[in-house]
């Protein structure tokens, strides 16, 4: 489906420029992941531009479960590309709070990880970190869910307009799992890198 591209760049800390988070009251959109057959029902927290050489983009929301039984949704997306090219547009995840399972539903790279937490009961809170590391075109995700932390591999995204932190829940079953606390947060590092 969505080939991805591996490599594992060092990259080290510089400075920080937090990206305003403003609301967007933009109606829901859907989204169809031909892994899970899943249709989830998505709202589009903030988007920022990314850097354009090397650094991060953290996504960051925190998340109250409704039934168990609804699978989440959190990426970090270029929402103009998704379902319109070759490679990757980003990171999506979907997370199964009756078994744990963590996937990537957007690349096709299945299962990338469990929860191990036996409380995934309605009214839990998880707070859920998408970080990409981005050196050119590469990108890194590495996925923190309460303090367990999940790392993917390498993506290559063509085109860096804009990423879009997005949230969601799947259609069936209807519950009312409810989301706070969105804030995108983009990390220019100096320095430059190789021709």
Not at 132 to 155: A, D, M, N, R, W
């Amino acid at each position: 489906m969505l080939p991805s591209r591996h490599s594992h760049p060092s990259i080290q800390p510089a400075s920080y420029r937090p990206s305003p988070l403003t609301a967007h009251p933009i109606a829901a959109q859907m989204i169809y992941t031909d892994q899970e057959k899943t249709v989830y029902t998505v709202s589009k927290i903030d988007s920022a531009k990314p850097p354009t050489a090397k650094g991060n983009v953290c996504f960051d929301v925190t998340v109250t479960l409704g039934q168990p039984e609804q699978r989440i949704f959190v990426g970090l997306l270029e929402t103009s590309l998704l379902g319109h090219r070759k490679s990757s547009p980003g990171i999506g995840i979907s997370i199964d709070p009756c078994t744990g399972v963590i996937m990537d539903v957007v690349n096709d790279q299945g299962v990338i990880g469990y929860i191990e937490d036996e409380n995934m009961m309605e009214g839990r809170e998880l707070t859920i970190r998408v970080e990409i590391e981005v050196l050119k075109h590469v990108c890194i995700p590495k996925i923190t869910i309460g303090t367990e932390i999940f790392l993917h591999p390498s993506l290559y995204l063509e085109s860096l307009s804009r990423l879009t932190g997005l949230v969601g829940t799947a259609v069936v079953p209807h519950a009312h799992a409810r989301f706070s606390d969105g804030r995108l947060a983009v990390q220019e590092m100096s320095g430059g890198l190789p021709a």
